[in-house]
């Protein structure tokens, strides 16, 4: 059965480093989504992606965030300069127009 | 913009119970989605139901739309059934797009 596939499955880094989560979603998905849950929390959604561009994101998607789509198969999810509070696990779905289906997730540390 | 609640936060059974988890939600829906989360984070998806009953081996799942209510159920329950339970609906309404998730009913079964 296809699953979507996310790497690294742990990931630490040091504050101010740019991190790039990686996400293989199910071919011929068109519609891709990143969420968060940090730690004793409820998951949160911080982006949508549909045809090559963001269709619709949250306040915690501030200009430290971006997303794309490199090669039409993975789905990236940068934070361009770690902070403590971005320490979360982060999962990535992609949907095909009726059901959501999730990732693993990668645990992100930032030390 | 939904809102989703669960009930209870917490729950402990003895091996063999049936149990009972609640979702309620404030806007109205086609879909809405039950996930498990087991403690190393990882989530699985256990269901996407509009309408009705879904079952899967020893897990139902129940919706009325009209209640904006929904119930996950599991017979015979079994300590490897301990994770968190958690509910989803989309954030707007309807039944795609982003998800808004309840906090989780934390199922711990003892042997």
């Known amino acids: 059965e296809p699953e979507v596939t996310q790497t690294p499955s742990h990931q630490v880094t040091q504050m101010g480093q740019e991190v790039i989560l990686r996400c293989v979603p199910i071919s011929n998905h068109l519609y891709f989504y990143w969420y968060r849950q940090i730690l004793g929390q409820k998951v949160e959604f911080l982006v949508s992606?549909?045809?090559?561009?963001?269709?619709?994101k949250s306040e915690i998607f501030d200009d430290q965030f971006s997303v794309e789509r490199p090669d039409g198969s993975n789905f990236t999810l940068k934070i361009r300069s770690t902070k403590l509070e971005d320490s979360a696990m982060y999962f990535c779905?992609?949907?095909?127009?009726?059901?959501?289906?999730f990732g693993p997730g990668t645990r992100l540390t930032v030390t | 913009k939904n809102e989703v609640e669960q009930s209870p936060q917490n729950l402990t059974a003895q091996e063999g119970e049936f149990i009972t988890i609640n979702c309620s939600y404030s806007v109205g829906i086609s879909a809405l989605h039950w996930l498990q989360q087991h403690p190393g984070g990882g989530i699985v998806s256990l269901f996407m139901l509009s309408s009705g009953k879904k079952k899967h081996g020893r897990l139902i799942a129940t919706i009325n739309i009209q209640e904006k209510h929904s119930s996950l159920h599991i017979t015979a329950s079994h300590p490897r059934d301990s994770a968190v339970y958690i509910c989803?609906?989309?954030?707007?309404?309807?039944?795609?797009?982003?998800?808004?998730f309840g906090k989780g009913t934390k199922l711990s079964v003892k042997p």
């Open positions: 779905a992609s949907e095909d127009s009726y059901e959501q289906y």
């Open positions: 989803a609906a989309p954030l707007l309404g309807g039944s795609q797009g982003n998800l808004i």
């Open positions: 992606f549909y045809n090559n561009e963001i269709s619709e």
